[in-house]
């Protein structure tokens, strides 16, 4: 939805070449970033409100002076503040946007919605890109984020190339995309394991790295064994270079690589190696470009690797994403142990090159064969005989040598304390391998065994020479110079020049005067003397000598001057950044405020309105239980369209009110399941995308015409958006959300907070569920249920079985699947706020869902029954939970909604 009266803001730039994104946690990998050519840089504050909080990150103090040295090394400055806000944080967070844009930073990358919507009042100049973590993954989506202001989308790393392709037809708004480093199991922003499992949100910065943590299979309520893949939900990390190509084909802006926690090698090594991919893309990629890459990818792998593959730009393949023996740094694989002797170990090399990888638990194996495996959705182009479309470009041969780390693979990857160190002595034994000699103390030899593979984790080299480039001087000439030189005989020298948005003109001292020999001002001249920019951040780009008479002469100290004059003007200009108005207190007309000012459009339940309860169902016997209780409303969520058209029937029928959910997340070319809900003429939709908002919301222009009362269908946001705060919830209420679910984020005191600054009766509660805790494109039952590497080749195993995932303490989580093929796994606890509901009543707040998972038509009639007994006033929250435990194998806990104090 356009504002005809908004601030004007940025337009997108159109680049022709992608840019090269690097991170930066600290100065040191800052400055590897910079050293080794880095178009543009992303890091985080000290004040926290950014998705790597354990990076050290950078102050606001001195951000100016950060910003000034990105400025001269010709790149350009992105800080993140991708996290989600609570309301007692939004004029904290304001005053450091305010900071931000007068530090001369180029671009804010923001996950709520609300920071865009501060720094559009703040500083309409500066550029906001959209965090993947606010999952916005699709055009649709980009339209709800252009109508914030953003001005360019870091798109999902679950997208393919073609996907990307359809994104980019869709929308104006510039595309950045992940192209290296570490892959999220879960969809960026909807992960809510840290919050339900370690009390932290990875929406606060806070991840807690579950999904590198040991999983059991368990299928049918029986543990299926896989040896030893455990790590079920860790993947592999990305090297996209073989989607290069075809994301310059898109016109994609940018290249990201992950990496904020890591050190300066691992970025030196990542930038490096797609500066020259994309020169070699650029020009045409020969045999000798493939095999700079192939030596490139052994760096990559030492530096950080946990293994690598395409990620999802080739499509999804469940049978590579995931290799399940390690859930951290492996590094190189060098070979397997061929013999062990008192201080030194043979090692051959690996006759695959590579370790094992998918298989199907019900055949229990381990590998599957090369031919079974279908055909990925978009495959890439091979590299260097890459065997497959999904194993990533292929890497060069290691070779060991003194000095190097290794570690061998006893099959206890957590465990510390596995055996290595480093290499004193190589000999090279030629097609028997290597002997690597161990000094004293060495590692434990003893534990070592024939057959276990053998991984170079480390390179002294590498680190040394990441340490010169930090070192080092800062970079030079990186900024490009325009100089038009004019001048008359007997006049002044004119000299201008422009850089970026800087410029600066200056005068010679004395008159021209014309020579009786030689060529005078001559553009060569010119270029050697007032143009030598050595020692500075300028290079000379173009030089205009069209106004300059010929003949002309004025002594070289004067050029040289006028150089430094030049170099005086231009230089604070390109560090401090484009100029921008910057109002510290536009802030305050948005925070705040009571909750009647918030959308009157949609009439509000009145306070003698009851609580009602809305159960969400994903069963036809959780529907009959909704039935037989009498309840007047069922929101319906179902794995497949035809179950679901068919429980649309039967709740009609029983005279229901109808709400149906989206997916969660809708990528491009999925708008038919949106349309697909919509024929089913539903009397509300409980959106879970920003792309569903687009579609269904009165005030965003979309909507069907009818539900079945002949009324467009409600719309409903779910916790999915991830509201923590006034603002972004009035922005959806403007939208013409009826209600918006509170963010499983938020604890008691947070949600209260909010609830003073909006109309509680908008505000809907999820008081029963078992918290979705990852949602993610990886299937697990394809992946280990079966040998396809997508829905076309999977069988559909998920449509016979039932699978959980038992974590290290013994708790059993529920994986299921949606009509998209996508997981989500939910928390093996119940999570209830039944203590908390009363005092959410009467406050006034009217909405309040329970969630429904495997519960059989019994558990649901007792769960419900229970909780329409609660908002009746009929039993206290003592005895909720009393019955609501009963049959919960894992308990109830508060959760999220605990209420602290007394």
Known sequence: MSDPNAPEQPAPRRRARPEILAPAGDFDALRAALASGADAVYFGLDDGFNARARAT??????????????????ARAYVTLNTLLFEVELPGVAAVIADVAAAGVDALIVQDPAVAL???????????HASTQM??????????????????????????????RRFAAGTDLELEVFVHGALCMSWSGQCLTSEAWGGRSANRGQCAQSCRMPYELVVDGERRPLGEVEYLLSPKDLAGFRAIPALCEVGVHSLKIE?????????????????????????????????????????????????????????SDHQTLVEGRFPKHRGLLLGRVAEVGPDSVRVVPDPDGRAPTGGAALTQTASTAAGALGTPVAALPALGGAPDAASGPPTAAPVPRPGVGVVFDDGHPEDQREPGGPVFSVDDLGPRGWRLGFGRPGPDLSRVARGQRVWMTSDPALNRRAERLVAGAPPEGRVAVALWVRGEPGGRLRVGA????????????????VGLTGDGLTPALLTEKL??????????DTLDTSGLAPRLHTPVSELKRLRRALVAALVPQIEAGPPRVVD????????????????????????????????????????????????????????????????????????????????RVQKPGEEGYDRRLAALAPDAVLVRHWGGVMTFARGAGGGPESGASGARPRVHGDFSLNVTNSLTFRRLLDLGLETVTAAHDLDAAQLAALMEHIPASRLAVTVHHHIPTYHTEHCVYAHLLSHGRDFRTCGRPCEAHRVALRDHKGREHPVIVDVGCRNTVFNAEAQSAARLTPKLVAAGVRRFRAELVWETQAQATEVLSAWQALLAARIPPAELLRRTGVHEQFGVTAGTMRILGP
């Open 259 to 315: 990496g904020r926690l890591k050190g300066p090698a691992y970025v030196m090594s990542a930038v490096e190696s797609h500066r020259r991919w994309l020169d070699a893309v650029e020009r045409g990629v020969t045999p000798a470009d493939e095999a700079t890459l192939a030596a490139d990818m052994a760096d990559l792998t030492v530096a950080y690797s946990r293994g690598f593959g395409d990620g999802f730009l080739g499509g």
């Open 57 to 74: 990150n950078f102050s606001r103090e001195n951000l100016g002076a950060v910003v000034g040295e990105i400025h001269r090394a010709g």
């Open 118 to 128: 501060l720094a559009r009042a703040i500083c309409p100049a500066l550029e906001l």
């Open 531 to 540: 143009a030598a920019f050595g020692g500075t951040c300028l290079r000379l």
């Open 498 to 513: 422009r850089a970026g948005h800087a410029t600066a003109e200056v005068e010679g001292d004395g008159p021209l005067t």
């Open 584 to 663: 510290r207190e536009a802030w305050r007309g948005l925070v705040g405020g009571s909750p009647s000012s918030a959308s009157p459009e949609i009439e509000a339940p009145s306070p003698d309105t009851k609580p009602q309860l809305v159960p969400l169902c994903r069963t036809e016997a959780q529907l009959e239980a909704v039935i037989a209780l009498g309840l007047p409303e069922v929101e319906l969520d179902f794995m497949e369209m035809v179950g679901l058209s068919r429980a649309v029937t039967r709740a009609r029928a029983a005279g229901l009110s109808v709400t149906l959910a989206t997916v």
């Open 135 to 164: 999952t916005i993954s699709s055009p649709e989506a980009a339209a709800f984020a252009a109508a914030l202001g953003v001005t360019r989308v870091v798109v999902p790393r679950e997208l393919s190339v073609d996907e990307i």
